[in-house]
């Protein structure tokens, strides 16, 4: 049973124009979600997090948006840069409990 | 700061031996989560410990165990090594184990079974 899911494996973007990842999530009780980058080789990166009082969260390019009556999640990046090419994957945890499930990962792809 | 410190890199195994890996969480970092990465099951929660005791475990076998240490540092064992345990092993520490306490992972231990 997939908890969490990213449905898109892959995504090409132009760069400067807007990147949206997408997420969709089972568990009613996930209470704070989370988006990584990862790159070949390397372990995978915090980017940016939102709990579940919050509808938005920004970080700079970084906006996260929450839904939770659709328990979906979506990751905004604008503008997109080369550097964004990578993997990323959401990750929910229950309240009280550091147990991330995570996203099986969409390969996001910036073309200049 | 240094990061998440995992060692070693790569390694090879037969079918049926035992691994250890090590990681060194992010300095004043007082919880240690593992994490199975898979191209078919993708990233999987193994355990998790703090302050030396294990708070969390995933649904693996009981082969798979490991410990924390009171400077924080982690050991991962499997024992009675599979095929299918070939995968990336990440450790990943954060500050004080809340579950909204962000994890900073290091880059892996590739485990390849023979």
């Known amino acids: 049973d997939q908890q969490v899911k990213q449905n898109s494996p892959s995504l090409s973007v132009q760069e400067g124009r807007i990147s949206i990842l997408n997420c969709d999530y089972t568990?009613?009780?996930?209470?704070?979600f989370l988006w990584y980058k990862k790159y070949p080789a390397e372990g995978p990166t915090f980017l940016i997090s939102?709990?579940?009082?919050?509808d938005k969260n920004e970080d700079g390019r970084f906006t996260v948006f929450l839904n939770k009556s659709a328990k979906h999640l979506s990751l905004h990046i604008v503008p997109s840069q080369p550097g964004d090419s990578a993997v990323y994957f959401c990750?929910?945890?229950?309240?009280?409990?550091?147990?991330?499930?995570f996203g099986q990962g969409t390969r996001l792809t910036i073309n200049p | 700061k240094a990061g998440v410190t995992q060692t070693p890199r790569y390694l090879i195994k037969t079918r049926g031996q035992q691994v250890t890996l090590s990681c060194s969480p992010i300095?004043?970092?007082?919880?240690v989560s593992w994490y199975q990465q898979t191209p078919g099951q993708g990233l999987q929660f193994l355990f998790e410990?703090?302050?030396?005791?294990?708070?969390n475990k995933g649904n693996f076998p009981g082969r798979f165990s490991g410990r924390q240490f009171s400077n924080s540092r982690s050991e991962m064992n499997v024992s009675t090594l599979e095929l299918g345990d070939s995968a990336l092993y990440l450790c990943?520490?954060?500050?004080?184990?809340?579950?909204?306490?962000?994890?900073?992972f290091g880059n892996g231990t590739r485990l390849t079974v023979t």
């Open positions: 990943a520490s954060s500050v004080d184990g809340a579950y909204n306490s962000p994890l900073h």
């Open positions: 568990n009613s009780m996930f209470d704070y």
């Open positions: 939102i709990s579940s009082i919050k």
């Open positions: 990750a929910a945890s229950e309240w009280g409990a550091q147990k991330l499930v």
């Open positions: 300095s004043g970092h007082r919880s």
């Open positions: 410990y703090f302050s030396e005791t294990q708070r």
